[in-house]
């Protein structure tokens, strides 16, 4: 009997080896075994391994199982945008200059009229800087040596720190020579402040605070807990009765960071799983466990802090860590397995 | 067998970059956090030492252009493409528009927009999760099936006959795909539409302010259309000069949408939000900014004086996405913050 086109036996290819190779090893093995992806999540195992079987205590007729775990990924998404490279950096002012080079000159008349003060403001700037663009420096775009667009080593044009300097300078001080130096400030003028954005880096960044979520604006932080044996990990918990791995991971926020957390869970479906072996099959409920597989749930918090006060998984510490420094504090194992549904950045 | 062949150096050499691919493969190693050991990066500039300051200093190029007594050999870089394309069978093919030297080449990007930083870094991951519906690998996906209606019946003219359209219209619409990391709804393009019945019928005026406030708040160079047939109710002429469009890509695209989204819609008196039933059922959303709207763009705010303020035109907006149906590029939009009301369709 030949098996049909569309089963997982012709997959396979007859002898275990799959025709089609985009087949994972974990997934031909689980195919291999005949267990589809909702009776994994039944987790009953037809038999053990023979590489993992431990000395069995109990009758061999008794089922093996895994025990269900939910586990949730609590991120906090970056908050600023990331720093440039120095490629991008130089990059970008080259194509500034470059469009200074290539476009019409700027229509003056159409946005200063003549004769107002903003236009008296506007002629002392281009005399200072050359160019109607605020932001790169002094330049002179349609002069001879205009090809002389490449600014020098050490030059801070191109850094994003005197970009803003400049584009705030130009609104609060408004007729000052900056280039050479002279100071012709007006009188009663130039006392304005333009609000300067908040600092890249915060007070947590510097002190060094782990637990703090203003701290790495720029990155992912991932919410990581001690549990009771001084392991870290995920938050995570035994699945209760039939209740679903969204409605376990909403309860599993509660019950570790306390209700003082905005949080989401993002979708129904877990983004990875974590399996761990005991050393020996514990027995319980008519079935004895091989170990345990723990499926997370990817949630953001929106607003609040953990608060491990009363938690009721035995949580005593946690952490909010960018991808790198996770596994710092979490076993190897443990990283091999979660670490490719982190984001990167 | 195999064995011996492995002496040869060129199979020696793939050897070497085996090892090294999995040397890679066991550090990890992301763009982002850790940079790769300098040795294993191609030579660049970025690698060089610092140059010491004095020899730094005495750099400079236009005081030794100045300097040249005799001027530089003419170069074939001077050449300036000629202005009209003269077909493929033409000496000389002009550079790609990517090239500075081309007629066609628009500078930039100029900077990093923080929507599409956004979207890489926290909605499209959020998109695949909230979408994802797990099929085992290797499953043979089903095959769909024939989308176009046969011709049944005993007549001798449906022999070879084109097959029929579907039932309900003539438009065969996209078929659903399902999300995976490849093919996560993203923002394509966005195009703004412009119409001003009065250039239609003859005031051309109209039609330059209009060009003037869409070129300013989306920061392309629009193009302008002639009415195709004449349309008494709306004073359209064939043939005359009646509106403009601006079609934005990238930087310009996530720039103009975060102004929309972060400036001028909260600005907006009594405004519900874009239409649930706006869309065309394949992606592409659009809605509509009335004059008062434009007028608080900060481009025109800037200087809104030097507009006629009766000749301020509305406009439309047409959000392109890659998503197939509606109700992704809803999702995506509103991950954006573009909120949405009323009977959501599709």
């Not at chain 1, 009765?241 to 570790?256: C, D, M, P, Y």
């Not at chain 2, 469009?245 to 909260?266: I, N, Q, R």
């Amino acid at each position: 009997m030949s098996a049909p086109k569309n089963s997982l036996k012709f997959l396979l290819g007859g002898n275990g080896r799959p025709i089609n190779s985009s087949i994972c090893r974990s997934c031909r093995k689980s195919i291999s075994s005949r267990r589809q992806y909702a009776s994994t999540a039944a987790a009953v195992a037809e038999a053990p391994e023979s590489i993992h079987s431990p000395v069995t205590s109990s009758s061999p007729s008794t089922q093996l199982a895994y025990a269900l775990r939910a586990g949730v990924v609590l991120s906090r998404p970056p908050q600023i945008t990331r720093t440039l490279t120095p490629f991008e950096k130089s990059f970008f002012l080259y194509q500034k200059r470059l469009n200074e080079r290539l476009s019409l000159p700027f229509t003056r008349y159409f946005y200063y009229r003549k004769g107002t003060p903003s236009e008296i403001d506007y002629k002392a700037k281009i005399k200072s800087r050359l160019t109607p663009a605020r932001d790169i420096g002094r330049y002179n775009p349609y002069l001879d040596d205009g090809w002389n667009d490449e600014v020098l080593v050490g030059a801070q044009e191109s850094e994003p720190e005197d970009v803003m300097e400049k584009l705030l300078g130009d609104v609060e001080v408004p007729v000052v020579n900056k280039f050479q130096g002279e100071q012709e400030q007006e009188k009663g003028r130039g006392d304005a402040v333009a609000a300067r954005p908040a600092a890249r880096e915060t007070e947590a960044d510097r002190t060094g605070d782990l637990r703090s979520l203003d701290r790495a604006l720029e990155r992912t932080l991932y919410l990581v807990v001690r549990d009771g044996k001084g392991r870290w990990g995920f938050p995570s918990d035994v699945l209760v009765g039939k209740e679903s791995l969204h409605l376990a991971a909403e309860r599993i926020l509660v019950q570790t960071g306390g209700i003082n957390m905005n949080t989401w869970v993002v979708g129904n479906a877990p983004v990875g799983y974590h399996e761990h072996k005991y050393p020996k099959y514990v027995a319980k409920g008519g079935v004895s466990q091989i170990g345990e597989k723990t499926f997370f749930m990817k949630a953001r918090i929106m607003a609040g802090q953990a608060n491990l006060e009363g938690n009721k998984l035995g949580v005593e510490d946690f952490q909010w860590l960018a991808k790198e420094e996770i596994p710092k504090v979490v076993d190897s194992f443990y990283w091999s397995q979660t670490r490719n549904m982190l984001s990167a950045r | 067998m195999a064995l011996p062949s492995l002496r040869h150096p060129a199979q020696r050499s793939l050897r070497k970059q085996c090892h090294q691919c999995i040397s890679q493969m066991n550090s990890p190693r992301y763009a982002s956090t850790a940079a790769a050991p300098i040795d294993e990066l191609e030579q660049s500039s970025f690698q060089a030492p610092e140059l010491p300051s004095d020899e730094a200093n005495q750099f400079d190029p236009v005081g030794k252009a100045k300097g040249r007594r005799k001027q530089l050999p003419p170069s074939r870089y001077q050449f300036r493409p000629p202005k009209y394309y003269r077909g493929p069978l033409a000496p000389y093919q002009p550079p790609p528009s990517s090239d500075p030297s081309s007629r066609e080449f628009v500078p930039g990007p100029f900077s990093l927009p923080r929507m599409g930083e956004t979207y890489k870094s926290t909605i499209a991951q959020d998109m695949m999760t909230l979408s994802y519906s797990h099929v085992i690998p290797g499953t043979p996906q089903p095959a769909a099936g024939q989308r176009l209606r046969t011709w049944d019946g005993d007549s001798p003219y449906f022999a070879n006959r084109p097959l029929r359209a579907p039932k309900g219209g003539h438009v065969l619409r996209p078929l659903h795909k399902r999300i995976t990391f490849r093919n996560v709804p993203r923002l394509e393009k966005i195009t703004v539409h412009s119409m001003s019945t009065e250039a239609g019928s003859g005031d051309s005026a109209y039609l330059h302010v209009t060009g003037m406030v869409i070129q300013a708040i989306t920061n392309v160079r629009v193009k302008t259309h002639e009415a195709r047939t004449t349309v008494q109710q709306w004073g359209l002429k064939k043939g005359k000069y009646s509106s403009v469009t601006a079609e934005m890509k990238g930087e310009d695209m996530y720039h103009f949408l975060s102004k929309c989204v972060d400036l001028v819609m909260p600005r907006i008196k009594d405004w519900k939000g874009v239409k649930g039933s706006s869309g065309d059922e394949t992606g592409n959303i659009s809605f509509g900014l009335d004059p008062d709207v434009v007028a608080l763009f900060p481009e025109i705010e800037v200087n809104y004086d030097m507009y006629p303020p009766k000749m301020i035109p509305g406009c439309h907006v047409t959000v392109h996405t890659t998503a197939n149906s509606d109700k992704e590029a809803r999702l995506l939009l509103t991950a954006f913050g573009l909120p949405f009301y009323g009977k959501l369709i599709n």
